[in-house]
């Protein structure tokens, strides 16, 4: 990068009162632009342009790499880090619908809950959200054909129904609770679930794997057990997967079990149950 | 009592073989008048030097109705990029291939287009398409009922085929849905795709009820010309897409016997097995066909290149193509057993063969056939592309080294052979007036609109002259819609609420006995609210006008 790399710390001056379109709002985007320059930068509020500026109160400071500190209540603010390709973006507190939607790559931090769609088609970087996420997280737009398709999600609280619908690559996380249909139609990738699940998990999921952490759930019809021995494979994912912590710390010391489905559609899903 | 002057435009009224004179137009209170050169009027244009014609009617455009809801439904993502307007007037409505009603009915006044008509409306369902063309603003509208694949009009040619009967069934069809014609989808064909044929040629008869697509399409087209609705019969023949399809056509027009027909989105239906690929460009077999049929009238359906949906009644066809759809999903219903849909997203990409070719047979049949009267330009919206490449699709008739241009970039082969490539007619303004608006305003029996003579609805396009042809008629400089200003510029300046387009063709009520009878064994919907009164529809159209077509235009009224 031929501009010097900034860290932009943004403090919001009061809750808006519509919600707020924060797509272009990138570290990349920032990063070539002074302080007030950046206050200037048009951003939608309801169905009104607004400056930047007029709803945080910014700094500038020099630093290696782009990063944007955000300090407040962001609960109306979607789009955070809308196809954002590199660079950090931190929030210190809750965040709208869409956060990490369509993610690149770079780093997304959350201190707060995300609304709905958080990390939906995320091809690449990573979204750690320290609350929970609403419904679709990691999950397809309406109308896509694919959900997340590459880079990391890790959920320490609760995530919402739909988690995961339709994704294809890349690793999520859930420590808490999932709602129904969690991992609906997924068609591969690696999600690990610390709590426990709604109805239907797994419903119509072709390939991909699910580790159930937590509460077993029961294993529907359209899932028969493999009796295949796992130990190998099983060693290296379940010490991959304990690096995240928390339910999944334990991992590598449980035993598993292996179902195959949904065999209502192609039936190359798996689910390890740990006992 | 309000008047207009547009004063030293050259105008393009073909109903009245004026081709460019220069000439004032003055209307009063929506009408077209004729002004005393010196007589004072509220407003006045100075259009000198601007090309002046009545406002664009379309045809067949899919605007309103189950299929194309379920189209919206379908691709929501073709809803995302939303233009942020600024122009207060517009209210909140997008979408490329299926814009929402408001979208549809801005797009197409701000390119100078006054009316479009709903090809395939189901019986059943005609409630929706009338209340979705209600809610599009601007334009006037109207819709085909579709028979043809409903199991009670099967029913009646499989006892023989009564031509009074099938002439009194069609006659209420029409009253009851307050369409403007009839349209057959893939005669009988969509009927037998559900007793599990998965085509249906001309001469084939339907496994069930022994009838023939022939003999459904002679009998539609004999029953609308003894109710003399004005618009012929309009139909999507047999076999769709098919290789080779043009056997079908041809079969078609002849089982007309000289009976009025209008063959719509024929570019789809003249397709040769010809060639490497087994699959040719038949368009000039067809438009010899046309040539040699007075009583024939087309539509083209042209494709245009890039994301769209198909969007059609024929559910055998859609059922075929869904393995073709991209993105890959897909919807199909039926509703009633009187008629369905199927939707496929499709994208034509101009290095594949095939939509290349298609692309190619489209100009060819506008670029070879030698009556303009008998020929309406349409991409078939929003099968063949989106009404909104009009402007584009113009430009490609009127300019032929942009046609060359758009050629060569195609699948080599097509580039190197088609026939396209020899054929130097470009269209002139005249005959695209005639393409536009006169020659769908006397199709579809409209005695006031697609001219600009006096007496007219006041629906005008005023042009700025511009070389280049897609952008001039984009962008029209003023769009009245009875004499109101809608467009300025491309800009939305005004949006009442359009009228209706219906005809009442008279027909013996007797057969109301027969219909409910069928009705109670076979329908979810009560008989007795299968009409749609004029109360109702005056409802269901936002309260725009009834405008009511008489019916004895080419002949003695039915009753
Ligand atoms: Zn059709
Ligand atoms: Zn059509």
Redesign the pocket.
């Given at each position: 990068m031929s501009a010097p790399a900034a860290v932009f710390e943004l403090r919001l001056r009061a809750l808006p009162r519509f919600r707020v379109d924060l797509a272009g709002v990138t570290p990349l985007a920032l990063g070539a632009l002074g302080e007030a320059e950046a206050g200037r930068v048009a951003i939608r509020h309801g169905n009104e342009a607004l400056a930047l500026g007029e709803l945080f109160e910014i700094r500038r400071r020099p630093a290696n790499a782009p990063a944007l500190h955000f300090e407040g209540d962001l609960s109306r603010f979607d789009r955070l880090a809308w196809e954002m390709e590199d660079g950090e973006i931190r929030v210190d507190g809750p965040v709208g619908h869409y956060a990490a939607a369509r993610l690149r790559g770079g780093l997304v931090a959350v201190a707060g809950d995300a609304g709905g769609f958080a990390a939906c088609e995320m091809a690449g970087g990573e979204l750690a959200v320290a609350g929970s996420v609403g419904d679709f997280a990691a999950a397809a737009l309406p109308g896509s054909m694919d959900g997340m398709r590459g880079g990391t999600l890790v959920v320490r609280g609760d995530a919402g129904a739909r988690f995961a619908d339709r994704m294809r690559r890349g690793t999520a996380f859930v420590f808490g609770n999932a709602g129904d249909f969690f991992a609906s139609r997924l068609v591969a990738g690696t999600i690990a679930l610390g709590g426990r699940c709604g109805a239907h998990p797994g419903w119509a999921m072709r390939r991909g794997t699910l580790v159930f952490a937590g509460e077993t759930p029961a294993v529907p019809a359209t899932f028969v057990e493999t009796g295949h021995d796992l130990r190998v494979i099983w060693t290296l994912l379940a010490r991959d997967l304990a690096r995240a912590g928390g339910p999944f710390t334990a991992l590598p010391d449980r035993r598993v079990r292996r179902f195959a489905g949904d065999i209502a559609v192609d039936g190359k899903g798996e689910w390890l149950l740990p006992e | 009592m309000s008047t207009l002057r547009l004063r030293g435009g050259r105008l393009y009224d073909p109903a009245h073989g004026i081709d460019g004179e220069v000439c004032d137009l003055g209307v009063r209170d929506g009408r077209i008048v004729a002004l005393h050169e010196n007589e004072p009027v509220d407003r006045e244009h100075d259009v000198s030097g601007m090309i002046v014609m009545a406002g664009g009617i379309d045809l067949h455009s899919h605007i309103g109705g189950g299929k194309v809801n379920l189209a919206r439904l379908l691709l929501p993502e073709d809803h995302r990029p939303a233009p942020r307007t600024d122009n207060p007037l517009e209210l909140a409505s997008c979408g490329a291939c299926t814009p929402g009603t408001l979208a549809t009915g801005y797009r197409y006044a701000e390119m100078g287009y006054t009316a479009a008509f709903e090809?395939?409306m189901a019986l059943s369902n005609a409630r929706h398409a009338h209340m979705e063309m209600g809610d599009t603003p601007i334009l006037d509208h109207g819709a085909y009922v579709m028979l043809g694949n409903d199991e009670l009009l099967l029913e009646m040619l499989a006892e023989g085929g009564d031509p009074a009967l099938v002439r009194d069934y069609v006659g209420w069809a029409i009253n009851a849905a307050r369409a403007m014609g009839v349209?057959v989808?893939n005669p009988g064909g969509i009927s037998a795709f559900k007793f599990n044929q998965r085509k249906l040629d001309v001469d084939e008869p339907h496994v069930q009820h022994r009838v023939t697509p022939r003999q459904v399409v002679h009998a539609l087209a004999r029953a609308l010309t003894e109710l003399a609705v004005p618009h012929p019969l309009h139909i999507?023949a047999s076999n769709?897409g098919v290789a080779g399809n043009i056997a079908s056509t041809l079969a078609t027009i002849d089982a007309l016997e000289g009976l009025r027909g209008h063959l719509?989105?024929v570019q789809f239906h003249s397709y040769g097995t010809e060639g490497p690929h087994k699959f040719s460009s038949a368009a000039l077999a067809l438009v010899e066909a046309v040539n040699a049929h007075p009583n024939v009238s087309i539509d083209v359906g042209q494709i245009i290149f890039g994301q769209t949906v198909t969007a059609?009644?024929?559910t055998m066809t859609q059922i075929r193509n869904a393995a073709l759809g991209s993105p890959r999903k897909w919807v199909g219903a039926d509703i009633e057993c009187d008629a369905g849909c199927g939707l496929v997203p499709f994208r034509y990409r101009d290095q594949s063969y095939v939509n290349a070719l298609q692309w190619v047979i489209g100009l060819e049949i506008f670029l070879l056939a030698n009556d303009p009267w008998r020929v309406v330009l349409t991409t078939?919206h929003p099968?063949g592309g989106p009404f909104t490449s009009y402007p584009h699709l113009i430009r490609l008739l009127m300019d032929k080294s942009f046609r060359d241009e758009q050629l060569a970039r195609l699948h080599p082969e097509v580039a190197a052979h088609a026939a396209l490539r020899e054929i130097r007619r470009e269209l002139t303004l005249y005959e695209i007036a005639i393409m536009t608006r006169a020659a769908p305003a006397r199709l579809l029996g409209l005695a006031d609109r697609g001219h600009l003579g006096v007496g007219a609805a006041a629906d005008i396009a005023v042009y700025r002259e511009d070389a280049d042809r897609e952008y001039m008629f984009r962008t029209p400089e003023y769009v009245f819609k009875d004499g109101e200003l809608v467009a300025r510029q491309g800009r939305i300046v005004a949006t009442p609420v359009g009228g209706t387009h219906f005809v009442e063709p008279g027909f013996d009520g007797a057969i109301e006995q027969r219909i409910a009878r069928y009705a109670e064994h076979h329908h979810a919907l009560d008989f007795r609210n299968a009409a749609i009164g004029r109360d109702e529809l005056c409802t269901c159209a936002n309260g725009g006008q009834l405008l009511v077509t008489p019916c004895a235009v080419h002949g003695t009224n039915g009753t």
């Open positions: - | 090809p395939a349209k989808v999507h769709l719509t989105h059609s009644g024929d078939d099968n």
